[in-house]
């Protein structure tokens, strides 16, 4: 290869590892651990004592769609919206920024280059937590979202109880400043979090 040609593939590389940090394409999700309904429904518990371990794009990838993922081929989620309007968004904040989750291309949209970790740590137990999941939707009255917000935190917990992971939902934050760090349009509102994380021992 000649001096220009490296030049010309080193720089197409900067490039397009910049243009693939903006979006990041996650593992297919596992869906599929044996685990009963039943069992899930007898161990979800709320956990408030988390380790640092992070949570790999694997698992990541595991929580959101059983949260919110596309589990039919014409784009129906795994949990039912009213009117079929899919008017929730989850955001992801971790180690490795801020996030919305983009369901039908099962990848993580980047929001913002920096986590967001510690505008949750109203509480001490935050401290080590590796992941929040941020549920939001409209600020019209009388809109469904914040039952969907309640489906998915639902779903997500009965997959942490069956899966070696703790996980908590949280209001006790300041929503209004995360919907600004998140630039959330005027008509959109952060309606609650998720913490999740491996449960310390
Ligand atoms: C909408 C909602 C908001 C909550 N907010 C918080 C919170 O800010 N901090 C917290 O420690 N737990 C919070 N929780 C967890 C509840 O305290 C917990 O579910 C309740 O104590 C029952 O315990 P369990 O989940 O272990 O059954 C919240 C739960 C819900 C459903």
Redo the contacts with the bound molecule.
């Keep these: 290869m000649n001096k220009k040609m490296m030049f010309l593939s080193a720089a197409f590389g900067v490039m397009s590892s910049v243009a693939m940090a903006q979006s990041i394409e996650l593992p297919e999700p596992q869906i599929d651990n044996g685990v009963t309904l039943y069992q899930a429904l007898k161990d ?5 004592r988390f380790s640092t371990r992070p949570i790999d794009n694997q698992l990541l990838s595991n929580i959101l769609w059983v949260a919110y993922g596309v589990n039919r081929e014409d784009g129906r989620r795994t949990i039912p919206t009213a009117r079929n309007e899919k008017d929730l968004s989850v955001y992801v904040t971790n180690n490795l920024g801020t996030f919305l989750y983009d369901a039908d291309a099962n990848s993580l949209v980047r929001v913002l280059d920096k986590s967001i970790l510690d505008m949750f740590q ?2 001490p ?1 935050m401290a080590n937590v590796p992941l929040v999941l941020i549920y939001a939707g409209s600020t019209a009255d009388n809109n469904y979202a914040i039952m969907h ?2 489906s998915a ?1 639902q779903n997500v ?1 009965l997959y942490a109880a069956t899966n070696d992971l703790g996980s ?6 300041d929503k209004e400043a995360v919907a600004q760090a998140l630039n959330l349009p005027d008509n959109q509102r952060v309606i ?2 998720q913490a999740i994380g491996y449960e310390e021992e």
């Design positions: 979800r518990h709320s956990v408030r109203s509480q137990f917000a309640g935190y917990e908590v939902v949280r209001a006790l934050f609650v979090s």
